[in-house]
């Protein structure tokens, strides 16, 4: 059974940090891209960053940039979102999601086959 779980999320005031995790198990995780992604209340669900199964490389979208930083283990089988000056605008769920070669863009969602449940991160004074 494939599993993706996320923790990590939580409140935190603007400016603040939070470290997001995602435990996955039930596929080969070194042979998969891994995404994160957020959907705030009324909005699309967008992506945040990737990074690649082969050589680690990374993508970031435009808002996040200098902010969040993707990392995986592959020994632990797991993804991270570190996030740095938080802006209540980042308020919203986060999913990590595992994803194979696709013709959709590594930030794009529909290139990802496995989700987790998400994880609530709220910015707020």
């Known amino acids: 059974e494939v599993q993706l779980v996320e923790s990590g999320g939580g409140l935190v005031q603007p400016g603040g940090s939070l470290r997001l995790s995602c435990a996955t198990s039930g596929f080969t995780f070194i042979d998969y891209t891994m995404g994160w992604f957020r959907q705030a209340p009324g909005k699309e669900r967008e992506g945040v960053s990737a990074?690649?199964?082969?050589?680690?490389?990374?993508t970031y979208a435009d808002s996040v940039k200098g902010r969040f930083t993707i990392s995986r283990d592959n020994t632990k089988d797991t993804v991270y979102l570190q996030m740095d000056s938080l802006k209540p605008e980042d308020t919203a769920v986060y999913y990590c999601?595992?994803?194979?070669?696709?013709?959709?863009?590594?930030?794009?969602?529909?290139?990802?086959?496995?989700w987790g449940q998400g994880t609530q991160v709220t910015v707020s004074s």
């Open positions: 990074i690649s199964a082969s050589d680690h490389s990374t």
């Open positions: 999601a595992a994803g194979g070669p696709s013709g959709f863009g590594v930030l794009n969602p529909n290139g990802y086959h496995y």
